[in-house]
């Protein structure tokens, strides 16, 4: 998760309610999973033109 924050903040991202979710880690058998949460459209398109271009760069 912190991997992933600072990977947007980097291309000038933030997701607000990027998160851990506690439920999961909270189970008998514990499996993590990160909570991407929602956005407004505008940072959306962001990341969508972000994710673009790395992948024709890539």
């Keep these: 998760m912190a991997e992933l924050r600072a990977a947007l903040a980097a291309n ?8 851990l979710d506690l439920a999961s ?7 993590p ?5 929602g956005c407004s459209p505008e940072l ?3 990341l969508a033109a972000v994710l673009r271009r790395k992948a024709v760069g890539a």
């Design 33 to 37: 999973h990160v909570t991407l949460g």
């Design 25 to 31: 880690v909270a189970r008998e058998a514990p499996s």
């Design 12 to 19: 000038g991202l933030r997701l607000p309610s990027l998160s």
């Design 44 to 46: 959306a398109a962001k």
